[in-house]
């Protein structure tokens, strides 16, 4: 099973950017579908953002307009582009793909597979 490695985290003070990265360890590996999830301290992981194959992307609603995702079709890094972030962007970012093939960007986080170590993003001044 192909493994994935997000990266990019940090602190950040409110109103920053930061730009994560999603590399599979195969680098030959494609998805039909990766998703971005974050989870805070004793609370459920929750989506945040997909991109399918072919580049259409969603969001959920409280990152619309602030975050960005979009990938690398050379090296098939994904990125999660995030500004103006704020303290409730607080959590640990993890990567997964969606390879059931539905064609359907699903936001519940059982669908998605290859879960890798996820990468600490801290918004606070």
């Known amino acids: 099973q192909v493994q994935l490695v997000a990266s990019g985290g940090g602190l950040v003070q409110p109103g920053g950017s930061l730009r994560l990265s999603c590399t599979a360890t195969?680098?030959?590996?494609?998805?039909?579908?990766l998703g971005w999830f974050r989870q805070a301290p004793g609370k459920e992981r929750e989506f945040v953002a997909a991109?399918?194959?072919?580049?259409?992307?969603s969001y959920r609603d409280s990152v619309k307009g602030r975050f960005s995702v979009s990938r690398d079709g050379a090296n098939g890094t994904v990125y999660l582009q995030m500004n103006n972030l704020k303290p409730e962007d607080t959590g640990v970012y993890y990567c997964?793909?969606?390879?059931?093939?539905?064609?359907?960007?699903?936001?519940?986080?059982?669908?998605?597979?290859?879960w890798g170590q996820g990468t600490q993003v801290t918004v606070s001044s």
């Open positions: 997964a793909v969606d390879m059931s093939g539905g064609g359907v960007i699903a936001t519940n986080p059982r669908v998605y597979e290859s």
């Open positions: 991109i399918t194959w072919r580049g259409y992307g």
């Open positions: 195969d680098r030959t590996f494609s998805s039909p579908i």
